[in-house]
Antibody
Framework: EVKVVESGGGLVKPGGSLRLSCVAS????????MAWVRQAPGKGLEWVSC????????YYADSVKGRFTVSRDNAKNSLFLQMDSLTVEDTAVYYC????????????????WGQGTVVTVSS | EIVLTQSPANLSVSLGDRATLSCRVS??????LAWYQQKPGQAPRLLIF???TRATGIPARFSGSGSGTEFTLTISSLQSEDFALYYC??????????FGPGTTVNIK
């Protein structure tokens, strides 16, 4: 089964850090752009970051730029999100997702989603 | 930033009826628009990409139309499993990638 599985969420104090991981299986991970999308409690979907297949292109939402760092390890079929200087506004379910088109990094709609990992930032 | 507006916010539909959801975009995104379905406690599911193309495994009762700034998701005959939240998303001009606020389809 083609899937991605996130981990690493938890409770952290404001100003703290957390590192999310996402492991992909049953598809050629190294050819797909990947993304993180989050959803605050009771709210809609918010794009966080995208990384192209070879890590040549990396983009962030303004709300996380300078605080979050996305990376990937194609040898380990893994995607990461290092989150620093966390604020209460970062509280959300964080989804790892796969871009549907492996021939164009720019066509960023997402066909495979993980179950999400919950990040709670609270004192 | 491209802003997406979805209407209505809530749509009450009877089983077997047609549902029509709208997504308007603040500037042209050509056909670079996707639709997702999300049920409570679940991840989003891609329904439509490139405005009109059904994703793998999506039933034919789901169809997408439109281009430029006006898009529609139509569910031709609502089934019980279709009651959910629906989002549109543009991927024409980014960053940022942007989603609409969603339309909730309720049982009438």
């Amino acid at each position: 089964e083609v899937k991605v599985v996130e981990s690493g969420g938890g409770l952290v104090k404001p100003g703290g850090s957390l590192r999310l991981s996402c492991v992909a299986s049953e598809f050629n991970f190294r050819t797909y752009s990947m993304a993180w999308v989050r959803q605050a409690p009771g709210k809609g979907l918010e794009w966080v970051s995208c990384i192209s297949a070879s890590s040549s292109y990396i983009y962030y939402a303004d709300s996380v730029k300078g605080r979050f760092t996305v990376s990937r390890d194609n040898a380990k079929n893994s995607l990461f999100l290092q989150m620093d200087s966390l604020t209460v506004e970062d509280t959300a379910v964080y989804y790892c997702s796969r871009s549907f088109d492996d021939s164009s990094w720019y066509r960023a709609a997402f066909d495979i989603w993980g179950q999400g990992t919950v990040v709670t930032v609270s004192s | 930033e491209i802003v997406l507006t979805q209407s209505p916010a809530n749509l009450s539909v009877s089983l077997g009826d047609r549902a029509t959801l709208s997504c308007r975009v603040s500037q042209s995104v050509s056909s670079n628009l996707a639709w997702y379905q999300q049920k409570p406690g679940q991840a989003p599911r891609l329904l439509i990409f490139d405005a009109t193309t059904r994703a793998t495994g999506i039933p034919a009762r789901f169809s997408g139309s439109g281009s430029g700034t006006e898009f529609t998701l139509t569910i031709s005959s609502l089934q019980s499993e279709d009651f959910a939240l629906y989002y549109c998303q543009q991927y024409n001009s980014w960053p940022p990638l942007t989603f609409g606020p969603g339309t909730t389809v309720n049982i009438k």
